[in-house]
């Protein structure tokens, strides 16, 4: 009976040290991550918003609404 306990501790103490060291690990991980992402992340871009696109590209807004006219003309009548 004394053996059985015995490595039922020992079996609990390795689960526990095995455990830690997979936490252990994982935050390693994570910490890891965390900093070069940092190091290494570029900022993100800003949004294009529509009057930026309208301007940026010398479109109008009337050649826009003429060109999504199109496109939605050309796939309502594409035959598969």
Excluded: C, W
């Excluded at 070069?36 to 918003?49: D, F, K, Q, W, Y």
């Excluded at 529509?50 to 003309?73: C, D, E, F, R, Y």
């Amino acid at each position: 009976m004394n053996n059985v306990s015995s490595q039922l501790s020992e079996a609990a103490g390795l689960m526990g040290l095995g455990m830690m060291f997979v936490f252990a690990f994982l935050s390693l991980t994570i910490l890891a991550i965390k900093v070069l992402s940092l190091i290494a992340g570029e900022p993100a871009p800003r949004p294009v918003t529509a009057a930026v696109m309208a301007t940026g590209n010398g479109l109008t807004p009337q050649k826009m609404a003429a060109i999504s006219a199109a496109i939605n003309h050309y796939k309502n009548n594409k035959k598969d």
